[in-house]
């Protein structure tokens, strides 16, 4: 019954989650999103708080209900080079090399958040809808680039993955005092993934085979905590739990029409954030620490190829992200602001091979957004990003027929693949406050 329930909420928020950039969404909302993903020790809006840090609702004094949704861009690159052999198998010393664009289009963003709270009390009530997660490429088969190449010609052939990941949940914070407050927030997930072609799943004499879209259930949660100064100074830590799922079960076809079924098991991380703020006059500024626990996550901790050469997982390593944003409020009516989030790339340059089906990793993104208030109750919201992976994550091709003579993984002398991108996206919100009181 819940998966049924999932399946239904999935249907509308699960198409954008593949578009966004790399593994873990930068912000939630055009709010969050315009202030760099920064919210942990500064609550704007309720749907960074509610993402980042469940104690932060308790600034929220109104029943609030808030629904975003943007417009999202990407354009990866896939290249690759290899060396020429002649016909005893010997290098000639020519290589051979091309690229392939990603096919996929616009992609929609949604977000729905509400929040309950009111000013004479302690407790503080919040739930959400969002797509959390997520990677995705679509590159054709194209017989200029050795990696895209047909399977009988040695290549990959067309290359698609689509993977998505809906996260609902409920949140609870407690005002200890006037400056501290606590909060949680337990999560269930709904995860699909596709590949084409799979690698996890075992080679035949056809190659590896496709994949139909699987799906898994997963749960976790998150604890946060929340200081107000009262003078402008705030600060805030959260601990998102890994989300634990069920195996994707995949159902497999090969070239030949031959079929075979293989499980695997991929969570998402543990994410620990600490955010400060700092509000004065007519600004507010932003800024979080996270650190994404990739190491420690089945599907990412391991990688390399199995006994059967099919491959144990992407191998990420942990990543480091940085948020800011500053918010200016001089304006009647129309608060503006700008934000810029850093990412480090968890993929190894040894590994590029292996994650191919993920090429989605930002470095640098920069945000623009802005809000009209309406009224007391009703707020419009939008935001601009624009993000590039700024340089190629490049590694050598991979063959599991070479581990014993180029051990680990059996790297092809002279090989090499590589990818990179560049994102835009456009964002739209929508926020409503109920009994708001009347300015006066």
Known sequence: MIKNILNLSFLL????????????????GAVNMSMGGAATGQPLDISGALHWNPAAISTFDEKIVKFDLGLFFSSPELYSTVPEFDDTGQPTGNFYSGYTEDDRGAS???????????????????????????????????????????????????????????????????ELSDNFSIGINPTINYSALELLPNPTANPSMAGYPGADKASAIGFGGQVGLFYDSQLGFKAGASYKTRQYFSDFEFENTYLDNSTSTNEFRMDYPAILSLGVGYSAGDFDLALDYRMVDYENTD???????????????????????????????????????????????????????????????????YMFGLSYEINQNFNLDAVYHHGASDGRTSGPLLNPMFTQNYPPHGAIPGSEVAYEMTTDMVMFGISYKFNAPTPK
């Open 299 to 365: 599907g990412f901790s391991e990688t390399g190829w199995t006994q059967n050469a099919s491959v144990r997982g992407f191998g990420w390593e942990n990543m480091d992200v940085i948020s800011a944003g500053l918010q200016y409020k001089g304006i009647s009516k129309l608060p503006l602001r700008v934000g810029y989030t850093y990412s480090s790339n968890p993929i190894p340059e040894e590994i590029a091979f292996f994650n191919i089906p993920a090429t989605a990793i930002i470095e640098n993104s």
């Open 13 to 28: 928020f699960s198409a954008f989650a593949f578009s966004q950039a790399g593994h873990i969404m930068q912000g939630m």
């Open 108 to 174: 929609p963003m949604p977000a729905l958040a509400m929040v309950w709270g009111k000013e004479d009390s302690k407790h503080t009530f919040g739930a959400f809808l969002y797509g959390i997660s997520g990677f995705g490429v679509d590159f054709p088969e194209n017989t200029s680039n050795p990696i895209s190449m047909p399977q009988s010609m040695g290549g990959f052939g067309h290359i698609e993955s689509d993977y998505m990941l809906l996260q609902a949940g409920i949140a609870y914070a407690y």
